[in-house]
């Protein structure tokens, strides 16, 4: 006979959409125990997982072990840990599998075994399509055993008739209970005496229930349950002269009423523990039952979601999407990384992945579902397309940016170059050679921007190397330098208290800052509208602020305007550029110990500050 209880965890395993295993929490990691699925998943059967003491680590992707051990102490520190990585089938193919284990602790606090399940959420999922539907359906069996029929006469206890089912049942032939009344007293269980006593007490004054249930010991010494139905016979004066009945041997029934209780106690430990968000629902939507792991990543409370329904609790931001899973199950008793949108607590958006069981509970079918919140991980995929995207419109621009410079000075320099016969005036010569001057410092300025990104972008400073400078002195040069360049801006320079006579600042790299600004200002107020410099002196700082009323900037551009490779130019301007100058202003300023501030609105203008520490 199979024993109920493996035979009920095997079921409730082999519904789980993940892996369930546990293992050693030291040493070599070895697999004490893994869940069937690992089979159709992985393609390695339950004993080689067992057989094998490197099993787990020695299929880990070598590009991932470094990271995983890494890390892995953090499951020693808060007792559970979640980690992803590329895991390798029997077939030598790779999966990625979302790992995600708990650590089981005697009462001393030792770490003794490690409690995990494994989820398959590589892109080659969709090959589970194409995975046979499980229609193994696990039973209990319930073996009947032989009945025995008897009658004993009353008062006496002597026996009238016993069939030969009592062998099976008792161990003794019929002869022995004809040649012994009441022999029953003499089999049944100690513990079940004194209930003996009571209960034909009752017996012989026509008192009994419908059936007994008891414990007795068989010939063999081996304890058994009988169940023993039972018929009171009367004389037709109404005394009772006999009782008649059945009785059954129900040892295995009871052994496997107390597995069950065992299993599902097992079960809610496998449930309570589980660092997979789960839970459990009717085919309506009623919840029964939440783990801890879905409290934590929704925000609700258990006493907020059991006994409501998901439509009443607004889980689903998508009912659509929940129609879909259940009429899966409903077909074909399962669905499998159904990707959609959940909400939590107050309306907390998040982006799950959602993977269903039809199950067996409390002798009603049920949905066991298993929630992974990938919203962190889907918004950093979209950061990183959007990365992507960026670096490739600036390389497009950067190539444009390089080569308009170096046309001029190419072409310039062959007008020169092929002037032999002095047919160029010192006029025009001087012109060339100014134009060729200013592309070739806004070709060096081009490529110290790309230098200055490279750097930020390694997380190295600047290199600022500060010294007593005038301040004033910085604005002025900068400003009359910008004056040349485009006369078309008055550009206002006011200091509402007196600067500092010097202050310890990279006189270079604030200039870079200012140039940056100021060029910014002009490039965006196209209508040549007055750009002001104005500066405030406080006892521990100066804060200097580069106001223009051009185009100005949506709030999405302010957020996003100190990010590398940002254009956020209007429609209405013909400005161009890296995208460079704000991310190596705020850096440069960062490493002057100071703080950057925008404020801008669209036809409005923008105000640019920062603030730069005076050090005494």
Known sequence: MHNPTNKRIEYILSFSPAIIYTCRAEGDFGVTFVSENITPRFGYSIQECLDSPNFWRGNIHPDDCERIFENYGSLYVKGHHTHEYRFRKKDGSYAWVLDEVHLIRDPEGNPVEIVGSWLDISLRKQAEEELRESEARYRLLAENANDLIYRMSLPDGCYEYVSPASVDLFGYAPAEFYAAPKLIQKIIHSDWQKYFEEQWDKLVVGDMPPYYEYQIIHKSGKTKWVYQRNVLINDNSGQPVAIQGIASDITDRKEAEAALLKSEALFRDFFQTN??????????????????????????????????????????????????????????????????????????????????????????????????????????????????????????????????????????????????????????????????????????????????????????????????????????????????????????????????????????????????????????????????????????????????????????????????????????????????????????????????????????????????????
């Open 275 to 616: 660092p997979v968000a789960t839970i459990i629902s009717s085919p309506s939507g009623l919840v029964h039952m939440v783990n801890p792991a879905f409290t934590s990543r929704t925000d609700f409370t258990v006493e907020d979601v059991v006994g409501r329904t998901v439509q009443e609790l607004g889980f689903w931001r998508k009912p659509e999407d929940r129609n879909r899973m259940v009429a899966a199950i409903k077909e074909y008793g399962f669905i499998d990384n159904l990707e959609t949108s959940f909400y939590g607590k107050n309306d907390k958006p998040m982006t799950c992945i959602v993977s269903s069981r039809a199950i067996e509970y409390e002798d009603e079918v049920r949905i066991l579902s298993i929630v992974i919140d990938v919203t962190e991980q889907r918004k950093a995929e979209e950061a990183v397309k959007k990365l992507d995207q960026a670096k490739s419109d600036f390389i497009s621009t950067a190539a444009h940016e390089l080569r308009t410079p170096l046309i001029a000075i190419v072409g310039y320099s062959e007008l020169l170059g092929s002037d032999d016969k002095n047919t160029l005036t010192e006029e025009q010569k001087e012109n060339y050679l100014s134009i060729i001057q200013d592309q070739a410092e806004d070709l060096n300025h081009l490529v110290d921007n790309l230098l200055d990104v490279g750097r930020i972008q390694v997380g190295r400073s600047l290199g600022v190397v500060p010294k007593d400078v005038e301040l004033s002195g910085i604005i002025e040069k900068v400003v009359e330098a910008l004056k040349m360049k485009s006369r078309r801006h008055n550009i206002i320079v006011a200091h509402y208290n007196s600067l500092p006579e010097h202050i310890c600042i990279d006189g270079p790299r604030i200039t870079q800052v200012l140039n940056n600004l100021l060029a910014n200002a002009i490039k965006y107020s196209p209508q040549g509208d007055p750009i002001k410099i104005q500066t405030m002196t406080d006892e521990d700082k100066i804060t200097v602020s580069i106001i223009d009323h051009g185009i100005g900037m949506t709030p999405q551009q302010v957020e996003h305007i100190f990010d590398r490779f940002y254009r956020g130019e209007d429609a209405k301007s013909a400005a161009s550029g890296l995208g460079l100058g704000m991310c190596i202003v705020e850096q440069i300023i960062a490493d002057h110990g100071g703080e950057v501030f925008v404020s801008s609105a669209p036809d409005e203008g923008t105000t640019i500050t920062f603030t730069l520490p005076i050090r005494q």
